[in-house]
């Protein structure tokens, strides 16, 4: 069984910041890819962003140039930084772990208000 612990949500003004952390209770490099997912009220889930084993970065239209995406091996944790947070960011962010098996995190809400 694997664990994914997500940290860093909240609130946040259009135009700020937050990054998102998710740490895994096994090896990150064993996964094919690790992935963070969002949803919206009423929404279907959506691909936010992926890094593979092999370093392969995946973003959505609607965040490239402001999203990134990283892994610390030591600490088995990917992150997600958000820059220029947009009210249409307001979503609750899944953490995601591929290996064949998709696994996912508890989700943690990010809200983008003034």
């Known amino acids: 069984q694997v664990h994914l612990v997500e940290s860093g949500g909240g609130l946040v003004q259009p135009g700020g910041s937050l990054s998102l952390s998710c740490t895994a209770s096994?090896?990150?490099?064993?996964?094919?890819?690790m992935g963070w997912y969002r949803q919206a009220p009423g929404k279907e889930r959506d691909l936010v962003a992926t890094?593979?084993?092999?370093?392969?970065?995946t973003y959505a239209d609607s965040v490239k140039g402001r999203f990134t995406i990283s892994i610390d091996g030591a600490k088995n944790t990917v992150y997600l930084q958000m820059n220029s947070l947009k009210p249409e960011d307001t979503a609750v962010y899944y953490c995601?772990?591929?290996?064949?098996?998709?696994?996912w995190g508890q989700g943690t809400q990010v809200t983008v208000s003034s």
């Open positions: 995601n772990a591929n290996a064949g098996v998709h696994y």
């Open positions: 096994r090896n990150i490099f064993s996964f094919n890819a």
């Open positions: 890094l593979t084993r092999g370093g392969i970065r």
